[in-house]
């Protein structure tokens, strides 16, 4: 588990690369809170947005996009149905489908939503943190909002407890299932990594989670579902320690963070994930 | 009038560090355009943002936060009847609500909206700039949008009538004013208080208001309602005096003052307030 | 065509003194990725925003304001009854309506919208990529979401032929039409104007379309709808040469790029104008 997996590290690459030489069109049908944040974040990491969420235009929409992610950040009594039209219509022509279970366990409507879309779309990829992928396992747990519980904090020592539920999930829905956290897991049911990069800023700017949904449609696009979602997490992860290494150096503070983290998704280069980037496991299970 | 309030200064101070102990969770119904400033200074401050407006989880949400703020900036058909089943809710369980009157003045609509939500909720704080406050208190005024008018402006001449009708108000509905401006009033109908901390390029950026709404939510979470009015008004106040000095030194411009504001929120200590913070008044009445 | 029309720059100057003196209150019905964004450039340029889009109180907005800008990025099934009922209004009223066709030719119900809006509002100016200005042509295009195509870039060898689409469809609405683009193309239908500022890098961050809609909405309260048109797209371009001087300077990317770009709005002298502005064309056709 000590070693770097560089054979991740060099697909999280060329999928990367693909990103950027391709651009992929992603249909977010996202939540107003951190809406521009998504957008601006796909552009910034080479991808083009397209926040479209009419019914009406949907099946034209979906049929130019090369991905779409839904996220559950705010909710009405229409959203979900379109959801789930746009994610029905993304699996029939092959799209990658994200899902983000944004606040799973802080309500049951949350709950029960997240499993329609879990039953009726079969996404691709689930992306949450570790309170809302515990939640949609079925486990009791003690939610705090749509931020992670305390006690849900991934670390070294439960680390392979937590993956474990993170492949359970994967291999119940038959997709990859994200679980960002301190440390990162990701699972296709069959493999699991553990990424560590990331800074503790990254919990104090909104959206970080649903940016990294929006990013994960891109790279999904470019890489497949589980490259995909490990290249999301690693070029999150390294944004937000350049970022928070900038910020320490001059004394800035959270706004200047958010800043220098767009920058970082804009300018990151190859080998800055070859050599940060810290992605482990990955052996077959 | 020419002392300052240090005992208020120190009550600001213990706000800050409950604050950023118990990081309150925090329910804002909030307008679109300035939803994500919200979410971020209520981080930034320490705080937990949740933005959730469904009616069908909103006891449950409300049952799991220690504030709510409802905010009239985006009107439709709908939100009011939701910050109402949100604030009667929030008014049993005990947590603060905070309500901000986003362009009362500005149309017979927002006036007869606004008036419904003080009477049916009984919000803990009003909190709107003095124009707004005016309109609430059924003076005759000449409103300009959604910013306060020029004539409305609170200086040293006019701020003993100003503060007559912050009190008024404050009294009228049991509960405590703020009126954010040049000098800053809050009232909770027995004490008065004059906040003189800020910088004109506070009134440059959007949601300067807003975001002050969504912090006093958090900080009365904190404080109380007296205390936490002050304390929300004072951080603000402070923060835009830093970063109007950085942009100052560095021929910056109202961008680089948003990101600054933020960096101050996030890094303002127990020794600015004490130094810096500019509270006056506080006598009985 | 190679001479600079120094009669249109000064038109530019007097236009933004005016602006900034007036402070006009511009009603912006737009969409939800980029809302903040609009108000934040109002702001910048000496504008008041206000985002009012309640059908119950659009008659008194609309009637306090001094322009209205429509803008078709997030559809939902009121938000276009609600832009009729202002835009006519509006027309009534005699304030000038900017109509920004955002995503036109990426499906046929933004298609339609657009032309609906076209037939009944009749806007002052019409202001979109230069792929969605084609869309509403009637030309057939190979739309890319809501960016334009890459074979729908404006540049010297086709920049006449482009004109006259530009100008054509402004003769057909009897209007102003801006396309914007590497090279900018403005026409009254009698007029047409090649505006030649701005930076690759203000097409890799969201709504910097959408912020010209709304830059253009007090650029025409203050200098009518020609100038005005002519005016936004010199201060948006010569705000992301600045932006984009001080990135490549620093070793910056994106997230700096759009906070020194608002800094540059905030900032830009009438010297910068006149020295800088790379406005060609204006001859009577």
């Known amino acids: 588990m000590q070693q770097k997996n560089e054979k991740m590290l060099l697909e999280i690459v060329k999928t990367l690369q693909k990103l950027r030489q391709e651009k992929p069109l992603i249909d977010c049908i996202t939540n107003r809170v951190t809406i521009n944040d998504c957008a601006n974040i796909l552009l910034a990491a080479g991808g083009s947005p397209i926040m479209a969420e009419d019914e009406r235009e949907i099946d034209e929409i979906i049929s130019i996009s090369q991905g779409l992610v839904l996220n559950l950040g705010i909710l009405d009594q229409k959203i979900v149905s379109t959801m789930l039209m746009a994610g029905k219509k993304a699996k029939q022509t092959g799209i990658p489908v994200i899902f983000d279970p944004v606040g799973a366990g802080a309500s049951r409507l949350r709950d029960d939503l997240a499993q329609m879309i879990l039953n009726e779309v079969r996404p691709d990829v689930i992306r949450g943190n570790f309170s809302e992928i515990r939640a949609l396992s079925g486990a009791a747990i003690q939610s705090r909002g749509v931020d992670a519980a305390a006690e849900d904090a991934v670390n070294e020592e439960n680390m392979q407890v937590c993956g474990k539920m993170v492949q359970e999930l ?116």
């Open 170 to 285: 994967a291999t119940k829905y038959q997709c990859t299932v994200c679980a960002t956290g301190a440390i990162d897991l990701v699972s296709d049911g069959e493999q699991i990594f553990y990424i560590k990069n990331g800074d503790p800023m990254l919990c104090d700017v909104t959206g970080t989670g649903c940016m990294c949904s929006a990013l994960t449609g891109a790279t999904c696009a470019a890489g497949g579902a589980l490259n995909g979602a490990v290249a999301a997490v690693v070029l999150l992860g390294l944004a937000g320690e350049y970022a928070a290494e900038a910020c320490r150096k001059n004394g800035d503070g959270i706004g200047t963070f958010r800043v220098k983290m767009m920058d970082a998704i804009y300018l990151i280069r190859e080998k800055d994930i070859m050599e940060r980037g810290e992605v482990y496991g990955g052996e077959l299970l």
